[in-house]
């Protein structure tokens, strides 16, 4: 009966071993999408083309500090002498609140903006980790946008009769002047020199009319009509626009490459796409909730194919206009749609159709047509200026300011244009804003009612009748980000105190891209050396230690990622201590158990009292080490707290893998088979 008992004890104990094993190994499991979540992502995605939908299971990447990835570093005076000195500070933490969130809507993933108060200088420091276009990230945060609504003035005089033949006669001239010009370039003329003799651009006609290289995204005009031509091929014809002919020479094309890493290069890509919208967004009746509109759409997912795309769209979309351009979204890079969908056309197969993508239209099925990479042109001109009304009138006043301005709009939101699905702003005023938008429509019915955004018409529509409601919208050529951008703006309002850049500087990575792997290297083989220590030294327990360890690891870079800790060189530092730390607790448990076993201890009573007397002097170092870390939490900035951070992270994580990890590997190892074979503990037997 004594022999059954102790039997079913040990039973129980090795069963209750195993479960705290299988636990264990369930909050690996948990965690291994975040601590691994590049490959982990990958596999969501393939899973996702195959099921037709997304499982949103998708995980963050780690958050790399300012000195990792490199970024901008701007420095802001404030301007506080119209503030009561009282409300200064709170004025400065207002500005930096309004920053904070303009940054945030720009994108840049943890900025760091902090305040700094001295004798007579109120100032703002902005860290943007990762900011490629530190131009626009300095005009997103100094700038409030300018928000205007004017009615007509005075029409535009006509021209007199001498006036007509005189821009008739000049752009005759200027006509016979070009095709000389292109009969010479066409007999083999010299085209630089031809631009020398012949072009109106004084800003390039001394460079042989070279223009330098342009993209689409300042010249698309330019880039429609060049960009299908040879190296070397200038216009057969003449190129005529409003104000001017001109005559085009591609002299160089070459792929655009991403700005931090040459050798990834920008992509383009042709798409189409379904929507499918539920009550509940704003523009959106189908009478359909977000569940019955999913179901909907997966549906359609498995009907869909590419021959029968287009005749989905116009029987099924919700977007307005969807049936005459049949979801036809054309070319787009990167930054011009917004991200889940931009994400999924960009990662998908050409002539294939995405899994169900959400976005706060609704949900899309997206048919990649084509996909091409983005270029970018070296072009020369040959310019002829002609004459129209507006040069010979000279500038003139067509819009007269009204009372109305952006300091009476309440929210700004991004709708569609019911007629062709373009991208608008919506505008939604105030009491007093509503009011005088009912007036100005009132006096201006059947004339034009402009938008001025920074001193330029955005829109300029006619007024049909009163508009009472407080709502206006602004339209216009642009996309759906550049649309996501501007209500941003609008929404982030203005400064409470005027701001002045000071200094901006541009900060590449502390560590290159060949450092920072070169480090990581030396760190790889820096582990495997402890490594091997641990092995040859303890040997069982060593190997056990390195599982603990690599364990360690995987839960702790989970958490980093799970906690939106960002990551920097001193945070690294931390890190790698924390791991050093890690060792020495296995190091003291090991130790312990070594003696306890060379004492005659059996097995378990020798593992027992090695973790409980080497738990005190875990515990109190790795608590003086936490108090210390805390201080430097609460009362230091920048890399000394990233530093603390990390380490007090990584020694609480420590203290859980050395003291369960450790502790149940170890239990679970120590069978009767091993209890005479003390040399796998690194002990020698003893008679």
Same mark, same amino acid.
């Given at each position: 009966? /004594?022999?059954f008992? /102790?039997?079913l004890f040990?039973d129980n104990?090795?069963?209750?071993?195993?479960?705290? !094993?299988t636990?264990?190994?369930?909050?690996?499991?948990?965690?291994?999408?975040?601590?691994? /979540?590049s490959?982990y992502?990958?596999?969501?995605?393939?899973?996702?083309?195959?099921?037709?939908?997304?499982l949103a299971?998708t995980?963050?990447g780690?958050?790399?500090g300012?000195?990792l990835?490199?970024?901008?570093?701007?420095?802001?005076?404030?301007?506080?002498?119209?503030?009561e000195?009282?409300?200064?500070?709170?004025?400065?933490?207002?500005?930096?609140?309004?920053?904070?969130?303009?940054?945030?809507?720009?994108?840049?993933?943890?900025?760091?903006?902090?305040?700094?108060?001295s004798?007579?200088?109120?100032?703002?420091?902005?860290?943007?980790a990762?900011?490629k276009?530190?131009?626009?990230? $300095?005009?997103?945060?100094?700038?409030?946008?300018?928000?205007?609504?004017?009615?007509?003035?005075?029409a535009l005089?006509?021209?007199s009769?001498?006036?007509?033949?005189?821009?008739?006669?000049?752009?005759?001239?200027?006509?016979?002047?070009a095709?000389?010009?292109?009969?010479k370039?066409?007999a083999?003329?010299?085209?630089?020199?031809?631009?020398v003799?012949? #072009?109106?651009?004084?800003?390039?006609?001394?460079?042989?009319?070279? +223009?330098?290289? $342009?993209?689409?995204?300042?010249?698309?005009?330019?880039?429609?009509?060049?960009?299908?031509?040879?190296?070397?091929?200038?216009?057969a014809?003449?190129?005529?626009?409003?104000?001017?002919?001109?005559i085009?020479k591609?002299?160089?094309?070459r792929e655009?490459v991403?700005?931090?890493?040459?050798?990834?290069?920008?992509?383009?890509?042709k798409?189409?796409?379904?929507?499918?919208?539920?009550?509940?967004?704003?523009?959106?009746?189908?009478g359909?909730?977000?569940?019955?509109?999913?179901?909907?759409?997966k549906?359609?997912?498995?009907?869909?194919?590419?021959?029968?795309?287009?005749?989905?769209?116009?029987?099924? #979309?919700?977007?307005?206009?969807?049936?005459?351009?049949?979801?036809?979204?054309?070319?787009?890079?990167?930054?011009?749609?917004?991200?889940?969908?931009?994400d999924?056309?960009?990662?998908?197969?050409?002539?294939?159709?995405?899994y169900?993508?959400?976005?706060q239209f609704?949900?899309?099925l997206?048919?990649?047509?084509?996909?091409?990479?983005l270029?970018e042109?070296?072009?020369?001109?040959?310019? !002829?200026n002609?004459?129209?009304?507006?040069s010979?009138?000279?500038?003139q006043?067509?819009?007269?300011?009204?009372?109305?301005?952006?300091?009476?709009?309440?929210?700004?939101?991004?709708?569609?244009?019911?007629?062709?699905?373009?991208?608008?702003?919506?505008?939604?005023?105030?009491?007093e804003?509503?009011?005088?938008?009912?007036?100005?429509?009132?006096?201006?019915?059947?004339?034009?009612?402009?938008?001025?955004?920074?001193?330029?018409?955005?829109?300029?529509?006619?007024?049909?009748?009163?508009?009472?409601g407080?709502?206006a919208v $602004?339209?216009?050529?642009?996309?759906?980000?550049?649309?996501?951008?501007?209500?941003?703006?609008?929404n982030?309002?203005?400064?409470?105190?005027?701001?002045?850049l000071?200094?901006?500087?541009?900060v590449?990575?502390?560590?290159?891209?060949?450092s920072?792997?070169?480090? @990581?290297?030396?760190?790889?083989?820096?582990?495997?050396l402890?490594?091997l220590?641990?092995?040859l030294?303890?040997?069982?327990?060593?190997?056990?230690?390195?599982?603990a360890?690599?364990?360690?690891? !995987?839960?702790?870079?989970?958490?980093?990622k799970?906690?939106?800790?960002?990551?920097t060189? /001193?945070?690294?530092?931390? !890190?790698?201590?924390? $791991?050093?730390?890690?060792?020495?607790?296995?190091?003291?448990?090991?130790?312990?158990?070594?003696?306890?076993?060379?004492?005659?201890?059996? +097995? #378990?009573?020798?593992?027992?009292?090695?973790?409980?007397?080497?738990?005190?002097s875990?515990?109190?170092?790795?608590?003086?080490?936490?108090?210390?870390?805390?201080i @430097?939490?609460?009362f230091?900035?920048?890399?000394?707290?990233?530093?603390?951070?990390?380490?007090?992270?990584?020694?609480?994580?420590?203290?859980?893998?050395? +003291?369960?990890?450790t502790?149940?590997? @170890?239990?679970?190892?120590?069978?009767?088979?091993?209890?005479n074979?003390?040399w796998?503990?690194?002990?020698?037997?003893t008679?």
């Amino acid at each position: 009966m /004594s022999k059954f008992l /102790s039997k079913l004890f040990k039973d129980n104990e090795r069963n209750k071993l195993w479960s705290n !094993f299988t636990l264990i190994l369930l909050l690996l499991l948990f965690l291994s999408p975040f601590a691994i /979540s590049s490959y982990y992502n990958k596999g969501m995605e393939w899973v996702d083309s195959k099921v037709g939908f997304s499982l949103a299971t998708t995980t963050p990447g780690f958050k790399l500090g300012l000195d990792l990835q490199g970024g901008a570093h701007l420095v802001y005076r404030a301007d506080v002498s119209q503030v009561e000195s009282s409300d200064r500070s709170s004025a400065l933490e207002g500005a930096r609140d309004v920053i904070e969130q303009r940054v945030n809507a720009f994108g840049v993933g943890e900025p760091v903006i902090q305040t700094s108060i001295s004798p007579g200088e109120y100032r703002l420091i902005v860290e943007l980790a990762g900011v490629k276009d530190i131009n626009e990230a $300095i005009k997103m945060i100094g700038e409030t946008p300018l928000l205007e609504f004017k009615e007509m003035d005075n029409a535009l005089p006509d021209l007199s009769d001498d006036q007509k033949a005189e821009m008739s006669t000049y752009n005759l001239l200027a006509k016979n002047k070009a095709d000389e010009a292109l009969e010479k370039l066409i007999a083999d003329g010299d085209f630089s020199e031809l631009a020398v003799e012949y #072009s109106d651009d004084t800003n390039t006609k001394d460079a042989g009319g070279s +223009m330098g290289w $342009i993209s689409s995204d300042e010249n698309a005009r330019i880039v429609g009509i060049i960009s299908e031509y040879e190296n070397g091929q200038s216009s057969a014809s003449l190129v005529e626009s409003d104000d001017a002919y001109e005559i085009f020479k591609l002299d160089d094309k070459r792929e655009v490459v991403d700005a931090f890493d040459e050798t990834k290069k920008e992509k383009e890509v042709k798409a189409s796409h379904l929507l499918l919208c539920y009550d509940g967004i704003e523009g959106c009746e189908t009478g359909l909730s977000k569940e019955d509109t999913y179901k909907k759409i997966k549906e359609i997912k498995e009907e869909a194919n590419p021959d029968n795309f287009a005749s989905l769209v116009k029987e099924y #979309s919700t977007e307005p206009g969807a049936a005459s351009r049949e979801g036809d979204l054309g070319w787009f890079r990167q930054g011009m749609m917004l991200k889940p969908f931009e994400d999924a056309a960009f990662e998908q197969e050409i002539g294939t159709i995405s899994y169900v993508v959400e976005t706060q239209f609704g949900y899309h099925l997206i048919y990649k047509q084509d996909e091409r990479n983005l270029m970018e042109y070296n072009v020369s001109r040959i310019l !002829f200026n002609k004459k129209t009304k507006e040069s010979i009138l000279g500038p003139q006043t067509e819009w007269k300011n009204t009372e109305l301005s952006g300091k009476n709009l309440d929210k700004a939101i991004v709708t569609r244009n019911p007629n062709d699905g373009s991208p608008e702003v919506s505008l939604q005023f105030d009491g007093e804003g509503a009011d005088m938008f009912a007036d100005i429509t009132t006096r201006n019915v059947g004339k034009q009612v402009a938008i001025f955004l920074d001193g330029r018409v955005i829109s300029a529509p006619t007024v049909n009748e009163k508009i009472t409601g407080g709502r206006a919208v $602004i339209s216009g050529n642009f996309g759906i980000q550049e649309a996501q951008t501007l209500s941003q703006r609008l929404n982030a309002g203005a400064l409470p105190l005027p701001i002045e850049l000071i200094s901006q500087q541009t900060v590449g990575p502390t560590l290159g891209k060949q450092s920072l792997m070169s480090s @990581l290297k030396a760190g790889f083989i820096g582990l495997l050396l402890v490594a091997l220590f641990m092995i040859l030294y303890y040997r069982l327990p060593g190997i056990v230690a390195v599982i603990a360890l690599l364990a360690y690891g !995987f839960m702790l870079l989970a958490i980093l990622k799970i906690l939106n800790v960002t990551l920097t060189l /001193s945070g690294l530092a931390g !890190f790698i201590l924390s $791991i050093g730390m890690a060792v020495d607790a296995n190091v003291l448990i090991f130790e312990r158990l070594k003696e306890e076993i060379k004492r005659g201890q059996p +097995m #378990s009573r020798a593992l027992a009292l090695a973790f409980d007397r080497a738990w005190l002097s875990i515990r109190d170092g790795n608590i003086s080490t936490l108090i210390t870390c805390f201080i @430097l939490i609460f009362f230091s900035t920048g890399t000394v707290r990233g530093f603390a951070i990390t380490l007090s992270l990584g020694v609480i994580v420590s203290m859980f893998s050395s +003291m369960i990890i450790t502790k149940n590997l @170890l239990y679970l190892t120590s069978t009767d088979w091993l209890k005479n074979k003390t040399w796998l503990y690194g002990v020698k037997k003893t008679n």
